[in-house]
């Protein structure tokens, strides 16, 4: 497993953009969705929703900064624990191949959701659990499959993600988008992993 110190060395930017809806619309087609969501270093977050829905309905995902109160926040602010942000995964689907639903089943299979504002050896606010919700269809999704995973995956501890509005959404410095894939040996969250849990009920 890579060093700790690619993650905490890492460079710091004070630069971010925002995402405007000018520039949503070139990523999103016609009746594609959004799913945003914070499960830890983003890095292995997105790596891993990449990797697993690439040609099966993933059709865009961007790493950023959701649920705080600053405009324009760069990655020094946001680790610093001051701006009230979550290091998070934006992706565009196509929901005609890949559902909402599943998209947070996974979700729930790859981070721990119990640890309060941590993953693994990551602390801190901006590391917390988190379901950014982009409409009422969406917060109704997110709360029936917290509520099953409490029960049926999780139940040995209690699930502290946020299930919120999204809010305004910050895309993260150039280096941060594909970290991983650019850089092959770079940090990866040890709690980032898929467990092996039985179907969720209908």
Same mark, same amino acid.
């Given at each position: 497993m890579a060093s700790l110190f690619s993650r905490i060395f890492r460079p710091f930017s004070s630069a971010s953009m925002h995402l405007t809806p000018e520039q949503a619309a070139l990523n999103i087609p016609e009746g594609a969705q959004k799913a945003t969501v914070a499960a830890g270093c983003f890095w292995g977050v997105e790596h891993m929703y990449r990797h697993t829905f690439d040609g099966k309905g993933l059709l865009d995902a961007r790493v950023g900064y959701c649920g705080g109160d600053k405009k324009n926040p760069g990655y020094r602010e946001v680790c610093s624990g001051r701006t009230g942000h979550a290091e998070a995964l934006q992706v565009v689907y196509d929901?005609?191949?890949? #559902? *909402?639903?599943?998209?947070?089943?996974?979700? *729930?299979?790859?981070? @721990?959701?119990? #640890?309060?504002?941590?993953?693994?050896? /990551?602390?801190? #606010?901006?590391?917390?659990? =988190?379901?950014?919700?982009? /409409?009422?269809?969406?917060?109704?999704? =997110?709360?029936?499959? #917290?509520?099953?995973?409490?029960? +049926? !995956? !999780?139940? @040995?501890?209690?699930?502290?993600? +946020?299930?919120?509005?999204?809010?305004? !959404? !910050? /895309? =993260?410095? =150039? *280096?941060?988008?594909?970290?991983? @894939?650019?850089?092959?040996?770079? *940090? +990866?969250?040890?709690?980032h992993f898929l467990r092996k849990f039985p179907p969720l009920s209908t």
């Open positions: 929901p005609k191949e890949v #559902t *909402y639903r599943q998209l947070l089943e996974f979700f *729930y299979r790859m981070h @721990d959701p119990t #640890t309060m504002n941590r993953q693994g050896p /990551d602390t801190g #606010t901006q590391y917390r659990s =988190a379901i950014f919700f982009h /409409d009422e269809e969406q917060e109704k999704i =997110a709360k029936e499959v #917290t509520e099953k995973v409490q029960g +049926e !995956w !999780w139940k @040995d501890g209690k699930v502290v993600t +946020e299930v919120l509005p999204a809010g305004e !959404w !910050w /895309d =993260a410095e =150039a *280096y941060h988008q594909k970290y991983l @894939d650019v850089n092959p040996g770079g *940090y +990866e969250c040890p709690s």
